[in-house]
Nanobody, 120 residues
């Protein structure tokens, strides 16, 4: 059974930090592009950061320099370290795993999401 389980969300004051974790099971973790996306109230889901099998990372402009994505293939886990948090970082953060199969079809899995609230 393929599953992504996020943890680490919560309430934090502006300027604070949080680390999100996403534990994967049922997939060949090391061969997937792993990513974090977020959805703020009333807005569409947006990319936050991705990391590919070669550890190349990509970030949304709004989080560059503040967020760091990393992965531990031995633990089948991807992390998102968030620092200097702003109220506009508030939202549900989703973990995503994607790969392309032998027919070049996209296969992706989503976690259930974890809520991050940045507020004083």
């Amino acid at each position: 059974q393929v599953q992504l389980v996020e943890s680490g969300g919560g309430l934090v004051q502006p300027g604070g930090s949080l680390r999100l974790s996403c534990a994967a099971s049922g997939i060949i973790f090391s061969s997937n592009v792993m990513g974090w996306y977020r959805q703020a109230p009333g807005k569409q889901r947006e990319l936050v950061a991705t990391i590919n099998a070669g550890d190349k990372t990509n970030y949304a402009e709004s989080v560059k320099g503040r967020f760091t994505i990393s992965r531990d293939n031995a633990k089948n886990t991807v992390y998102l370290q968030m620092s200097s948090l702003k109220p506009e970082d508030t939202g549900v953060y989703y973990c995503n795993a994607k790969k392309w199969d032998w027919m070049n079809r996209l296969v992706e899995v989503w976690g259930q999401g974890t809520l991050v609230t940045v507020s004083s």
